[in-house]
């Protein structure tokens, strides 16, 4: 590859459109990353319900990734089969616009194994082009309710053909192992914009805000808990307030507020870009997260890039980079553990050090520190 850039194209089973403008935010983020040591073609497919059109194709540059998305019509016969045809011609054709006149890409890094695992192995065998996947998914943790069903059966062998797994910790690693997704594992962890998630403001008023990042998913993230334990800590101490950001449904909460009598301690800001977030982020004391499973949330690598501790339960992959240095871990559905440690943490918050804290952060979840662990596994399949 000497005097070449190494060009790869991305695909993901998730990715912001205009449909679902944050779904797979994370996954953008891990190809800005790569794009620091790759030319690097983002190609996305999507069904649009209000599409007339059989295609259509918009392409943009976002942070030195061409990303390329082809919008396409529900079929008119509504038969799954034909749904997925149309899904493989969409990223064929999509394929044959980003490179009609130019070499093929080098390798195709695909993110989340269901379904477009399926397009990468279809790649790979007709246009000889080797692939990876990362893997993000929460459906193969015991804990979550979503499985990946039988047509696991199927990808199994997609994943065994990848050059590279990928999962964004080993706790995902050992889940996917153990529903028999087997292959040759890297862990490459989610990414972060340290230039962009900055050291927070040092705080000098008395009352200490609290932050919580979430789709709001209760059987997930268990916000229904997190009310009930600030309920009962408002009875002993008055210094604290919930600044929520969240693209999920609030409204289900509301009733449930008002009759915790907890609506001024809380604070709702809907869905915020991620420039936003980070604003809102480095006026804030702490992380808040309640989860029932997580793998490990690009949410705290952020809040660690501002230098704030984290609350959180000890599930998925979280303790493998929040430990007593830079946060508390508890156990999860455990109101009671809450109430204690976020009480303690109210009065500790301010006492961590935050430079150290994001020195962790840009020493493992930085655009560079990823991008390049993704390059190194890009030449290693390329060359082998």
Request: aromatic letters at 12%.
């Amino acid at each position: 590859m000497t005097g070449k850039k190494i060009s790869v194209l991305f695909i993901s089973s998730w990715y912001p459109t205009r449909i679902r403008p944050t779904e797979g935010n994370f996954v953008q983020k891990h190809a800005e990353a790569a794009a620091r040591y790759a030319e690097v073609n983002f190609l996305h497919v999507a069904f649009d319900k209000s599409l007339k059109s059989k295609y259509d194709y918009q392409k943009e540059i976002r942070n030195n990734v061409t990303v390329h998305t082809v919008y396409m019509a529900y079929p008119k016969i509504n038969f799954i089969l034909f749904k997925i045809l149309r899904y493989i011609r969409a990223y064929f054709w999509g394929f044959a616009k980003i490179y009609e006149g130019k070499a093929k890409p080098d390798v195709v890094h695909a993110n989340v194994l269901i379904p477009v695992g399926l397009i990468s192995y279809l790649f790979y065998i007709t246009k000889k082009i080797p692939y990876v996947i990362s893997e993000h998914w929460t459906a193969y943790l015991p804990q979550d309710p979503i499985k990946p069903g039988r047509k696991i059966i199927l990808y199994r062998y997609f994943a065994k053909k990848a050059s590279r797994l990928m999962p964004v910790t080993n706790h995902l690693a050992m889940a996917m192992i153990n529903m028999s997704v087997h292959g040759k594992y890297s862990i490459v962890s989610n990414v972060v914009d340290t230039s962009l998630f900055t050291l927070a403001d040092d705080r000098k008023d008395t009352v200490k805000h609290i932050l919580h990042v979430s789709s709001l998913l209760d059987v997930q993230k268990n916000f229904s808990g997190i009310l009930v334990a600030l309920t009962e800590l408002a009875e002993k101490r008055d210094d604290f307030m919930l600044e929520v950001i969240g693209d999920g449904d609030y409204e289900q909460y509301k009733t449930k507020i008002a009759k915790l009598n907890i609506a001024d301690k809380i604070i709702f800001h809907g869905t915020k870009s991620t420039s936003e977030v980070a604003s809102v982020m480095r006026k804030c004391d702490f992380l808040l997260l309640f989860s029932n499973y997580e793998n490990f949330p690009s949410v705290i690598s952020e809040a660690m890039s501002c230098g704030l501790p984290v609350l959180s339960t000890n599930v998925g992959g979280i303790s493998e980079h929040v430990g007593k240095q830079d946060g508390l871990l508890l156990e999860m559905k455990n109101v009671d553990e809450l109430i204690a440690q976020l009480d303690r943490m109210l009065d500790i918050c301010r006492d961590y050090h935050k430079q150290d804290i994001r020195d962790y952060a840009v020493s493992n979840f930085s655009y560079e520190v990823v991008g390049k662990q993704f390059f190194d596994i890009y030449k290693q399949v390329i060359c082998s």
